[in-house]
């Protein structure tokens, strides 16, 4: 029998691959998205749209009337790290009290289970090994510590109020849906993979890369790629593991890759140079960012697009179809 989900911020590009997941398997998401971020176009033909905002709670009660949900995933949220360090207030009352006045609703309303699209942001490890789900907390951000402040509030719902969660945390989605149906378009856009794309085909400015002098093998961030339509298949999976109880999941391949690489794999994959200029740190970035996946791969998680070349490829046949994204 298929069932039905709410998806907040699922007009966006991880919220969007989770849409089309669902509907690829027979299910039936309900997408709420204010489209501050995400975009119309991004929501497939026949899929209910909530055109509501987070801090509105009439809004959201309204929309969550609509059950019963057999679950709630929730993307919406502001994810600049940058952003985030020149104005953390806005962060943390957006992300960390949105988060929290949905959750409230969602107790209210007798969700049974709450999936949390969270982030690698949590964690400032030294060195380069991967990153375990039990790894101590330190927020190098206010967009990570929003994130950790919503994560908090799901432990108290769950063990007062006996509403199941998923904390997934994300170690850099990229990439695109390999059918070529969605793919990445942020206003302005911040990630690397399409910034790199963009450059080396002319359409953007040469690429700046923050810091040089990191302790890392060639003085860039190190971080660790995951395609988005494996993080989607790892949101369906948390949804069956809450049976057996509350998850927390770090969600990455295990290898990471320096800024400098990524840039070589773009230009391996169009066959074109990446025009870069080098500059300062950025406030807010670790050194390096690698995943120890080890839980949801006992859980049956298998990443399926897991080559560095493989997830640049889906992006660059998404960019150059899409070359002004959604609005092409």
Known sequence: MPRRFLVTGGAGYVGSHLVAALGDRGDTPVVLDNFSIGHRGAVPAGVQLIEADLADPVAVDAALAQGPWDAVFHFAALSQVGESMRDPLRYLMENAGNGMRLIDACVRHRVPRFVLSSTAALFNLPGDG???ENAPIDPQSAYGESKWAIERALRWASQVHGLRYA???YFNAAGADPQGRLGEDHRPETHLMPLAIDAALGRRPPLTVF??????RDGTCVRDY???TDLAAAHLLAVEAMARGDVRWNLGNGAGYSVMEVLQAVERVTGRAVPHVLSDRRAGDASSLVASAEPALR???QPRYAALD??????FLWRQAHPNGYGS
């Open 226 to 228: 995951i395609h988005v």
């Open 130 to 132: 991967p990153i375990p």
């Open 167 to 169: 904390c997934l945390r």
């Open 299 to 301: 859980a049956g998680w």
């Open 310 to 315: 493989d997830i640049v490829r889906t992006a």
């Open 211 to 216: 810091g040089t002098d990191y302790p890392t």
